[in-house]
């Protein structure tokens, strides 16, 4: 009985304000959606060559499926084009760090950043490091700030890369870029002390 007595002394406008006084939490939340997937992810290879020196590469991986059609892209030799500076993937140039000086395909590289670019051909490509850092892909590039250059073998893969992928092999002495059926690898190692 006293419950009927209170409702019927609360007017429909204090019941419908009471009502929305409750509800008013659950109103104010909303769903916030999941930050849109890049088209060209950011990723990183890294690894610890000795006590002294860790090499790590920074990168943006696109995608052989072409982010605007859904279509399947030719990569070497249309959409990248063969005997052309590359910047090593997409977006920003690739950047490399090492804490150590070590050596790329058997010639030093001072500790440092430095930019990576390649000259891609079907055979070998041309490994470019440079000293010209924050550069946004190749438009800029400026064969006069090259710190070295190396030449190392493509070969065709067996397997597929969807993604551009900069990799460290499991013993970390080698450096492997890979993409479509597309290999390149890099020797890479401590520098000899002294």
Avoid: C
Wanted: without cysteine.
């Amino acid at each position: 009985m006293t419950n009927r007595r209170l409702t019927s002394h609360l007017s429909i406008p204090t019941l419908a304000a009471l009502v929305f006084l409750a509800s008013t939490p659950a109103l104010a939340q909303k769903t916030i959606p999941p930050a849109k997937a890049a088209v060209s992810p950011l990723e990183m290879a890294a690894k610890k060559l000795d006590d002294t020196t860790y090499v790590k590469v920074t990168y943006n991986s696109p995608r052989i499926q072409d982010p605007k059609t859904g279509q399947k892209r030719v990569i070497f030799g249309k959409l990248v084009p063969y005997g052309e500076v590359w910047r090593l993937g997409a977006n920003a140039a690739t950047e490399l760090t090492t804490t150590g000086d070590i050596e790329l395909a058997g010639q030093r590289l001072p500790a440092g950043t430095y930019s990576l670019y390649t000259i891609p051909q079907a055979d070998k490509w041309t490994l470019i490091v440079s000293k010209d850092v924050g550069q946004w892909g190749a438009y800029k590039y400026n064969k006069d700030l090259d710190v070295l250059r190396v030449d190392v073998p493509a070969k065709k893969s067996a397997d597929t890369y969807e993604a551009f992928t900069i990799a460290f092999d499991d013993k970390g002495t080698a450096l492997n870029f890979s993409w479509e059926n597309t290999q390149a690898s890099v020797p890479v190692r401590p520098a000899k002390k002294g």
